[in-house]
Each structure stands twice: as structure tokens, then as C-alpha cells.
């Protein structure tokens, strides 16, 4: 069994009274999604996909809202932890990242730096092709995502609670700890970014490879930490609360945005907010665009992309503002 996999299953057994209760949640919101779906339906109501979307609480307001979120595509499953490339291409998370072939930027084919993208719920492959290519314009990078398949509103929300205690399987996890791992032991740097669920995805990845690297390989706190300072990262609007030391962070946090600042980094500086933290030297950075529909303060492309400045600008602190 991969190591990665046998780790989870050890802290999934030793948690399993969370687990179940959490499984009980997952139930709760399930239902609750799916019973406003129902009725939409019913209605003969057409339900239009939502702006990238968001994660565990939002369940209790579903009833409100259901008109604005889309319900997902259930044959997306099929994509569920593959790499996306050029042209919206699929390919197996075995295929090693410098065959997948990736989206570049339109004025600059032959960029060589790479960017890996993981993205939020309620978000199709295609949907998340058109990020790439927003991404690879923005950045002048080449990018390649690992896809966070969308079954459905329900089925995404209560994957979301299960990411929040790193219970039960995820695709994506899998895919981008096993693609993280494999570049820094080779000893490449790797530059992730990631949105919304994308974000919980990866400090639930990034946990795991520091467990690889302890108990695989056997490398002490400091060694590993060290090694894994060969990842750059850049979440937006993330619902992760806790990253890993070792890597360098970048968090893009709108406080209008109500996902991060509920279930994420929050709307102040981690210093003031002793329940958060976002990984040894980490910047973050808040501002504030609110949105008549505060999900729309959520969009990647339409908020947190326009408010993006260059990796190694950030890491100094200087947003440009």
C-alpha cells in the first residue's frame, strides 16, 4: 500500500470516533443540498453552476441560496485526481509532470517555469482548463492542474468536512502529495497554487508529505522541513486553517470573501488569531472587495487573480497596495 495511504489509515483509525460522528455531518449537509436540488427541480427551476464554490458550513444556508449554486457534474468523477493540460487534456497521476504537456501563456509559448493549480467544489474539468489558461496569461508561467473532480454540491460539501480531519480518500490528496513528493526528492522545486476546497486539498497533501519524508525516509524535523522548502505556494480564498511548516506560503485572503474567513485563515493577521496558522513565515495577504452576492467575493479569475502580484514580490510583503 502506497505509504501515504497507510499513514491516513493509521490517524483514521485512531480517530475513528470523529470519523463517524464527521461521516454523520457529512450526511446532514448531504441531505440538505439535496433536498433543495430536489426542489429546484420540482420547480422546473434551471440551476446555474456557482462561482467556484465553497466548502463545509455553507450547507445550513443551502435552502436560501440553491438557485445560485450549481449542482455539479457527476460524470466529472472520471477526472477525479488527474493532471490537466494543454488543450484540456487528461492524463493518469502516475504520468510524470514533465510529460504532461501544459497550458502556456498566449504571448510566451515557450515559458519554462511551471505552476500547478488545484482547484475549489463545484468545478468541472473543462472549468478548470479555463483557469489554467487564465493563470498561465497572468503569471507568463506554463501550468498544469490536478483536478478536484465536482459529483454534485452534497457530495463536494461533505468531502469538504471529511478534508478538514484529513478523513477518507480524496483523488486529488493523493494525486498532489504523490506529485509533490516525487519532485523534491528528485530535487526540483515545485510552485502549487490553490482556490477555495483546492486550498484545503493542499495542506491536507502537504501534511502528508511531511509524514512520508519522517517516516519513510526517516528525516528529522529540521531535514524534512528543509526539503520541503523547495515548494512555493499561493492559495486564495482557501478553507484551510493549518499549513505545514517547511514550505513558502503566499495566502490571498478577501475578508468580503466569506469562505476564508469563516473556515479558513480568517479575516486578521494569524498573530491576533491564535486558532489559525499559515505555515512559519508566511505572508498573507487581506483586502477587502465585497460583492452585492457575497459568493461572487469568492470568484478566483474575477477577484483573486486581479489581485495576484508575482511569488517572489509577495514573499517580501509588497502587494503593490
Given amino acids: 500500500m502506497n505509504p501515504i495511504k497507510s499513514g491516513r489509515q493509521l490517524i483514521s483509525n485512531v480517530a475513528s470516533g470523529a470519523g463517524k460522528a464527521l461521516d454523520k455531518a457529512g450526511d446532514v449537509v448531504g441531505g440538505a443540498a439535496n433536498t ?14 456557482a462561482v467556484d464554490g465553497f466548502e463545509s458550513g455553507v450547507a445550513k444556508g ?13 460524470p ?10 494543454a488543450g484540456g487534456q487528461t492524463f493518469s497521476p502516475d504520468t510524470p509532470l514533465s510529460d504532461v504537456p501544459a497550458v502556456t501563456p498566449r504571448n510566451n509559448p515557450n515559458a519554462n517555469h511551471t505552476i500547478l493549480y488545484v482547484n475549489g467544489i463545484n468545478t468541472s474539468k473543462d472549468a478548470q482548463f479555463s483557469s489554467l489558461q487564465s493563470i498561465a496569461d497572468a503569471s507568463g508561467a506554463r501550468v498544469v492542474g490536478i ?7 452534497a457530495a463536494d460539501l461533505a468531502q469538504c468536512v471529511k478534508d478538514k480531519l484529513d478523513k477518507g480518500h480524496n483523488p486529488a490528496v493523493d494525486s498532489l502529495a504523490d506529485t509533490l513528493y516525487k519532485e523534491i526528492k528528485s530535487g526540483r522545486d515545485v510552485h502549487l497554487m490553490a482556490h477555495s476546497q483546492g486550498g484545503l486539498i493542499s495542506s491536507r497533501a502537504l501534511g502528508d508529505v511531511y ?5 519513510e525516509d526517516g528525516m528529522s524535523q529540521a531535514d524534512a522541513q528543509k526539503l520541503m522548502g523547495k515548494i512555493n ?3 486564495f480564498g482557501a478553507a484551510a486553517m493549518h499549513y505545514p511548516d517547511g514550505p513558502n506560503y503566499v495566502h490571498y485572503v478577501n475578508r468580503a470573501d466569506p469562505v476564508p474567513s469563516l473556515f479558513g485563515l ?3 493577521a494569524d498573530k491576533w488569531n491564535p486558532a489559525v496558522d499559515g505555515g512559519k513565515g508566511s505572508k498573507v495577504h487581506h483586502f477587502t472587495e465585497p460583492h452585492l452576492n457575497p459568493i461572487a467575493a469568492h470568484g478566483f479569475e474575477s477577484v483573486y487573480l486581479q489581485h495576484r502580484v508575482p511569488f517572489e514580490q509577495a514573499r517580501t510583503g509588497n502587494f503593490g497596495n
Avoid: S
Fill in 36 to 49: 433543495v436540488k430536489n426542489v429546484a427541480v420540482a420547480g422546473g427551476k434551471k440551476i446555474g453552476q
Fill in 62 to 74: 443551502a435552502q436560501a441560496v440553491g438557485g445560485v449554486f450549481g449542482f455539479g457534474n457527476q
Fill in 76 to 85: 466529472d468523477r472520471v477526472h477525479d485526481g488527474k493532471f490537466v493540460g
Fill in 147 to 153: 483536478h478536484n473532480a465536482t459529483e454534485g454540491m
Fill in 211 to 215: 509524514k512520508r519524508l519522517r517516516i
Fill in 233 to 235: 505556494v499561493e492559495t
Fill in 266 to 268: 480568517g479575516p486578521i
